[in-house]
């Protein structure tokens, strides 16, 4: 029974899938709307910079300020260092 459940889902996820790709044709890209002006293209450094290099460094600045701004207590951090096995019990 469930591996009829599991084909029958797989069934339909792929047709599903087959018929989002039908109906999105690229070929409905090539007729231009009324008004629309399309600017210059972008050369392949330009596309590596906004796509691939400016998220990188956005990350990382984030990360930084993230890492330098911190102001939690050392106790309070998971790390091998202050992992205690015994519990701090004062009597």
């Known amino acids: 029974m469930d591996k009829k459940n ?20 690229p070929a409905l890209a090539l007729t231009r709307d009324d008004g629309d002006d399309p600017g210059t293209g972008l050369s392949v450094i330009e596309t590596l910079g906004q796509f691939v290099v400016a998220p990188i460094v956005l990350f990382a600045v984030i990360a930084g300020l993230v890492l330098v701004l911190d102001k939690s207590h050392e106790k309070h951090r998971v790390t091998s260092r202050n992992v205690a096995t015994k519990a701090d019990v004062k009597a």
Not at 10 to 22: F, P, R, S, V
């Open 6 to 25: 599991a084909l029958r889902a797989g069934a339909l996820a792929a047709g599903t899938t087959l018929m989002m790709l039908l109906m999105s044709s």
